[in-house]
């Protein structure tokens, strides 16, 4: 059934305790309100296994009475409820530290129970499609409890044309746990596996450039430090190319013979379908942005001319074209953000307010600590969990923003949904906390006499857009050149998706007119890509920060009916089809109109940009 499936996935995307850190430490999660202990939730799981045996025995029953077609379907979600809440632990506490065996196997227990979920359920599509679609309907008619399965319902028989007889599907199912393994592996050797080098900076300053260091040195202010660093962790990552190669190779390989067994014509066939996408949202966004690339191509001339650089390298992206000599602590983060959401009304403010003081977050970077930044949603009953890795920069308090639009998305939505419907599409996942990131940088702008400061904070949202409106479209163009390439038979090397890589980067980064010369070692830069194995994820970040520009644009001009209007999309949860829920808040995402927005916008911040530094001259 297409919910499970969604809350796996939800699950998949979950992307030791901080040195020191005391009991009861605020930037430390508590993850007891989960489950008191480990044994708690080997407790629970083992009743999520035992439950399955109850929903083994509804088989056959569906189609009996409306009576019969409820119960089995509150059956199956308040097991998957469980299911989630026993995930949840399982991942956030291995995240902690992805060195501790003890955590994976938990992790990799979860996976397992969810696989056995997976196998129990399904026959359930099979049999749904053989009551049919009159009989289910007059079902919904006639029992209201069923209303909460509606769309549920509505969707399974969509998927009529891709669902299989019970055999197969039970076979598929039993195969879940080892699709899941090329991501796993994957995980494992970027995280924890790798032996990170020891750099030494011009200052004499010593760090390991694991992703962590990567992260935090990139942007560094010497231009020889910034070369070190990239080709450091890239010349690491070269030695592994072989393998990760064959791994992401495995994954695609898979979805291919996956999509063809349920009788796509694509892997992107599949993946827009599960969310009833028209096709047009994603060739009319890589259309709009190959369009756009002179815009990105006029940043990177800006940049330059604001680092004082004759010609741009890769490695100068990064670093900030203005410097900021101020700290944004998880105190300073919690302060601004919440000032900054003002904007979306009181109500916001205090449920915001009230969350983020508990111990919902584990906020400081550590060694083996799961990398990047990450919103959990599935411990339904209790909150959502975020995973940070603070720096006390302003990336980091952006990154704070972020995660926290992906939280309040989901208390909003819990706050008007039932679980069965509560859980909301990527499509929609990426727009709140990207608006988040628009409103916060409006509000430093605001709240600052500083050309310098303006200049800065005007600077991150045009390498906000650079990082998402074009570089996740340029990802999602390079993922779907490797599955037609596999869907037209030929083979991917880890040398062969180098190439790939490499033709697009360059083509996005201007290498060839000379605006930013992308040497061949950061053609890896594929692999340190998680992803990827995510399933033709990514385009879905470029269509959320347009959409999320689009409905701050309401809310600056409409004021109230535009914050109803946006918290209205949070709440709607999964209860329609996202481009349905999204069409409904005003943005059409399958035209052009709103891509050339969000350029047009792009543009607006440069041109003030280069008033700011025409006065700054002047002075």
């Known amino acids: 059934m297409r919910r499970l499936q969604l809350i796996g996935y939800l699950l998949l995307l979950a992307m030791p305790l901080s040195a020191g850190a005391a009991e009861g430490d605020a930037a430390v999660w508590d993850l007891s309100e989960i489950y008191p202990s480990v044994e708690a939730w080997d407790q629970a799981r083992e009743e999520v296994l035992k439950d399955l045996e109850l929903i083994e025995a509804r088989r056959d029953t569906l189609g009996d009475s409306a009576d019969s077609l409820y119960q089995a379907l509150a059956l199956v979600s308040d097991v998957t409820r469980k299911a989630a809440r026993v995930s949840a632990y399982a991942s956030l506490k291995a995240d902690e530290d992805v060195r501790v065996t003890e955590g994976q196997e938990r992790d990799q227990l979860s996976q397992i129970m969810f696989a056995r979920l997976n196998e129990a359920t399904a026959w359930m599509q099979p049999e749904l499609l053989r009551v049919g679609e009159e009989v289910i309907n007059a079902y919904v008619k006639e029992d209201e409890r069923l209303d909460r399965f509606a769309f549920q319902l509505e969707d399974s028989l969509r998927n009529a044309p891709h669902t299989l007889g019970d055999e197969a599907e039970e076979t598929l199912a039993y195969f879940s746990q080892a699709f899941a393994a090329p991501y796993n592996t994957y995980s494992l050797v970027a995280n924890s596996d790798i032996p990170w080098p020891t750099v030494t900076l011009a200052d004499g300053t010593e760090f390991v450039v694991d992703s962590q260091g990567y992260g935090r040195l990139r942007g560094g202010p010497n231009r020889d430090d910034r070369k070190l660093v990239f080709d450091t962790f890239w010349g ?108 979306l009304g009181d109500d916001w ?165 000379g605006v930013v010369i992308v040497d061949d070692l950061y053609t890896n830069e594929w692999m340190f890509v998680p992803h990827f194995y995510f399933n ?19 809310i600056k001009s409409e004021g109230e009916a535009g914050v109803e209007n946006y918290k209205n999309l949070l709440r709607a949860g999964g209860s329609d089809y996202p481009y349905v829920l999204l069409k409904n808040a005003g943005v059409d995402m399958a035209t052009p109109g709103p891509y050339r927005a969000a350029v047009a916008k792009m543009n607006a911040i440069m041109d003030e940009m280069e008033r700011l530094l025409e006065q700054r001259d002047r002075t």
Request: hydrophobic letters at 35%; aromatic letters at 12%.
């Open 236 to 343: 690491k990552w070269l030695e592994y190319r072989n393998s990760v190669g064959s791994m992401l190779n495995a994954h695609i390989q898979t979805q291919v013979s996956l999509a063809k067994a349920r009788n796509y014509d694509s892997v992107l066939h599949r993946e827009l379908f599960q969310d009833n996408l028209p096709p047009e949202v994603y060739r009319t966004l890589v259309a709009e942005v190959n369009n756009a690339l002179p815009t990105l191509h006029r940043y990177f001339k800006l940049r330059a001319r604001m680092l004082g650089l004759e010609q741009m390298h890769y490695y100068d992206i990064y670093p900030p074209m203005v410097a900021l000599d101020k700290k944004f602590d998880l105190e300073t983060s919690k302060e601004i953000t919440l000032k900054a959401m003002a904007v």
């Open 349 to 513: 403010v205090e449920m915001q307010r009230k969350a983020i003081n508990q111990r919902w977050m584990h906020v400081m970077p550590q060694r083996g600590k799961q990398s990047g930044a990450y919103m959990n949603p599935s411990a339904y009953d209790v909150h959502p969990y975020l995973l940070l890795n603070h720096n006390d920069d302003y990336e980091s308090l952006s990154t704070f923003a972020h995660e926290w639009g992906h939280a309040m998305h989901t208390l909003y939505s819990k706050q008007a949904q039932p679980f069965d419907t509560a859980f909301y599409s990527t499509f929609i996942a990426e727009i709140p906390s990207t608006s988040l990131e628009l409103i916060l940088q409006d509000y430093m702008v605001s709240n600052t006499d500083s050309p310098e400061e303006k200049l800065f904070y005007l600077g991150q949202g045009l390498e906000s857009m650079r990082g998402t409106f074009f570089r996740q479209t340029m990802f999602a163009e390079f993922e779907l050149s490797l599955y037609e390439a596999a869907e037209r038979g030929e083979a991917l090397s880890g040398e062969k998706i180098s190439e790939m890589y490499g033709e697009l980067v360059r083509r996005y980064h201007g290498h060839d007119q």
């Open 536 to 554: 033709m994820y990514v385009f879905q970040y470029a269509t959320s920060q347009t959409a999320g520009t689009a409905l701050y644009a309401r």
